[in-house]
């Protein structure tokens, strides 16, 4: 589990310096801002690497709290929700427009309904650090101010839309294969 924290220590600090903008200014002078950006994206880099090793590495240990049966059905709709989420904060679209950050937002949306899902320490270590962050991140960003302004296009709500569902198929299909869970259906079991 040790690997696993250092990994989030890593990953989910150096995705907190753009939150504080005085500290992420110095560091792009300082350095340059391509320097920056290697440095940033090599530590991301190793912190996820150590997150996946140590999760894999981990037991789910302890039982911390009971999973919650209405987050266990809801979460394969949640997470395709989220996967567009992703997909549309790359975009120019109106999902985008109206939801202003919407790659924290799915964040939230994938951590929370997987921790309320799963309940156990390795479980509730990784999801609720994701969680944590992304409501920091998210209050950091609200008064940073709004997006910059741009002409929304339905074309990339289109395709953030089908690259989010066929994404969250893909990765529903492997979460058995690649994480020992077989994602919940609603009367499937």
């Known amino acids: 589990m040790l690997l696993m924290i250092t990994g989030l220590v890593l990953f989910l600090g150096i995705h907190l310096v753009p939150a504080a903008p005085g500290l992420r200014r110095t560091l792009g002078a300082r350095w340059s801002e391509q320097r920056y950006k290697g440095i940033f994206s090599l530590v991301a880099g190793l912190g996820l690497l150590l997150v996946i090793a140590g999760y894999w590495m981990s037991s789910r240990g302890a039982q911390v709290f009971a999973p919650v049966t209405t987050a266990r059905a809801i979460a394969p709709g949640v997470v395709t929700i989220a996967f567009i989420l ?30 309320l899902a799963n309940g156990d320490l390795r479980g509730t270590v990784l999801f609720g650090s994701f969680l944590a962050w992304s409501i920091v991140d998210l209050i950091a960003s609200l008064r940073r101010g709004p997006i910059r302004s741009f002409e929304p296009q339905l074309r990339f709500d289109v395709m953030a839309i089908a690259g989010g569902i066929v994404v969250a198929g893909i990765v529903m299909m492997l979460h058995q294969p690649l994480f020992g869970v077989r994602p919940f259906m609603a009367g499937g079991g």
Not at 95 to 104: D, I
């Open 86 to 115: 992703f997909a549309a904060s790359h975009m120019r679209g109106h999902l985008r427009r109206l939801v202003q950050h919407p790659m924290v937002v799915g964040v939230i949306l994938w951590s929370g309904v997987h921790l």
